[in-house]
């Protein structure tokens, strides 16, 4: 009789458990769209006036955790932000067909929501997207693509793909000229001299998608090596919070990887930069100076490229490939006197 | 041939028929207090058998926390029954397997998209140890339901909708393995069992694929009368 008990206590305890409070928010829904429910978070100062739109990296990403860490919560106490899981990804759900996975079907999306969010907080809103990583593969292509520069005060670039063999020709670079220089140095000599390797071997004129796939992988190994990063603050990922995570972690896995599997060839031939002169809306690149995944040399491109006179590049001397999470005050100041100068 | 029959020859003869007469006599008696010892055994072993009997499912209604993991709470109602069920070949007075068939109703939510509400039918494996002791394996296939908690808006002419209970259809397939314990209720007239489950479902559609669920079950038989095969 007494082991009757047992499983009962530990279903109360189960019940019990459960019930974790939530994070504060202004809001969450889904935005219904060509057979998606893409799921919205609005998070911060609504009474601001001003909304920035973010765009996760991936493909496979999610909105959630770019809600995370300190630059969050200076941005959130300034603007309205709004966290956007986009297509196939995080918590983001609907029945469509794997035909639909296209940058142009995400970039309809975003123009939908900025739509959206015009009608739901009124006109009056400056409404800025920012695109990180894979983000600002979508970023540039939905300016490029759908009529959304009308209705937008500025794009906040940071570390974005919009040009996927460019980024792996600079990556290569790096690799080599930094790599050399940390193994001259006596830094993780070892790992270096792996990547450093690779990049000799790579053809930099005929870089074939599998071997895209292993830049980007040790882009990201290259970044850890680096010794003045050592102690700077990295990203958190949504696993980090597995059990108060909005998303339901296999789901978000499954359905992140899925997309990008369906994706990654459209992607890795997407080359924005020689159209970027189309681009007239105020612009603000954000860069990493250790970003070996995607490269400064983009940012410097991009600089070039973009057809407005207001435009700007920072490079953050201390970070990788997530600035906001490597020197967040800095970051943010950047976006804030960005934001100021064209809302 | 006359000294072939002597009386010396003879009285060995005798001797050694005699001797194996009386092994042949001690060989029965042994075996007929074998035979005795294993009857009692037996008889010892229905008896015990009669005190703790071996419990099959007829139909039993099985009640259980079912959650996506710990902070995805919810609630399922399963009713079981028994197909086929018979003795294990080693201490069959206790041990038993079983095939069985289920129904189950259950509805989960995760709190910042979803709820569902799942109705499916399935098949299961169960073998039950001496000491009550049940590891299963099963397979439920049927519908699921999701309804978003949030609100779905989206914007037509220019003008926004709002839709009430959106959501979606999709099937549900649901591979679990399980452990769990007979327990005695009432001096052993009521019997009654918990469970520990693990699910692993797939939600299909979800996006342009599927959807994958690690469920967590933990929940108890209602109690009914002991019922013997």
């Keep these: ?343 | 041939m006359m000294k072939f029959f002597s009386l010396k020859r003879f009285r060995l003869l005798a001797l050694i028929t005699l001797t194996m007469s009386c092994a042949q006599v001690q060989a029965q008696k042994r075996a007929e207090k074998k035979a005795e010892k294993k009857a009692e055994k037996a008889e010892k072993k229905a008896e015990k058998a009669q005190r703790r009997p071996i419990v099959f499912n007829d139909g039993k209604i099985n009640v259980a926390y079912f959650g996506g993991h710990l902070v995805h709470p919810g609630v399922s109602v399963r009713y079981e029954k028994a197909l086929k069920a018979w003795p294990s070949k080693r201490r069959p007075e206790k041990r038993h397997k079983q095939w069985l068939i289920s129904g189950q109703a259950a509805t989960f939510v995760h709190p910042h998209q979803n709820a569902y509400a799942i109705a499916t039918a399935g098949i299961l494996y169960r073998k039950t140890g001496a000491k009550g002791w049940r590891k299963e394996v099963g397979l439920d296939l049927g519908l699921i339901r999701s309804t978003h908690l949030q609100a779905t808006l989206g914007v037509d002419e220019g003008e926004i909708y709002q839709r009430t209970l959106a959501g979606q259809w999709g099937n549900w397939s649901a591979l679990y393995l399980g452990l769990g314990r007979i327990q005695y209720l009432r001096k052993k007239t009521m019997v009654t069992a918990w469970h520990a489950r693990f699910y692993l479902a797939a939600q299909t559609p979800y996006n342009h694929a599927y959807s994958l669920h690690p469920m967590l079950s933990l929940g108890i038989d209602l109690p009914q009368p002991v019922a013997r095969p």
């Design chain 1, 1 to 343: 009789m007494k082991h009757t008990f047992l499983p009962i206590i530990f279903l109360l305890l189960t019940f019990f458990l459960s019930c974790k409070p939530d994070a504060p928010f202004v809001e969450r829904f889904f935005f219904e769209h060509d057979g998606a429910r893409l799921a919205v978070q609005v998070d911060g100062n609504l009474s601001s006036n001003v909304m920035i739109l973010f765009l996760h990296g991936g493909p496979g990403g999610n909105g959630y955790e770019y809600n995370q860490g300190k630059y969050t919560q200076l941005l959130e106490e300034q603007y309205a932000m709004v966290y956007l899981d986009q297509r196939g990804q995080g918590s983001s759900q609907g029945r469509y067909s794997g035909d639909d996975i296209t940058l142009q079907q995400f970039s309809d999306d975003i123009d939908g929501l900025v739509d959206l969010l015009k009608l739901r907080y009124g006109t009056e809103k400056k409404i800025f997207l920012a695109g990180h990583s894979w983000g600002g593969t979508t970023g540039t292509h939905c300016l490029l693509h759908t009529p959304i520069q009308s209705k937008l005060a500025g794009w906040i670039e940071m570390s974005g793909a919009h040009d996927i063999p460019l980024i792996n020709r600079s990556a290569i670079e790096m690799f080599l000229t930094i790599g050399q220089a940390e193994i001259d140095q006596g830094n993780n000599v070892e790992d270096w001299q792996e990547i450093v390797d690779f990049a000799n071997r790579v053809d930099t004129l005929n870089i074939t998608e599998d071997q895209g796939g292993v830049i980007n992988g040790f882009g990201f190994r290259a970044e850890g090596l680096v010794v003045r990063l050592e102690g700077r603050p990295v990203a958190e990922v949504a696993s980090d919070r597995f059990l108060i995570s909005p998303i339901a972690p296999l789901t978000g896995l499954v359905a992140g990887q899925m997309t990008s599997g369906q994706i990654l060839e459209e992607t890795e031939q997407t080359s924005l930069t020689d159209r970027l002169s189309e681009v007239t809306i105020p612009t603000l690149l954000l860069w990493g100076k250790y970003d070996f995944v995607v490269p400064p040399r983009l940012g410097q491109t991009a600089l070039n490229e973009i057809g407005t006179a207001d435009k700007s590049l920072v490079i953050f001397e201390e970070s990788g490939h997530s600035p906001m999470s490597n020197e967040p005050e800095a970051f943010v100041q950047a976006i804030i006197d960005f934001v100021e100068a064209y809302r």
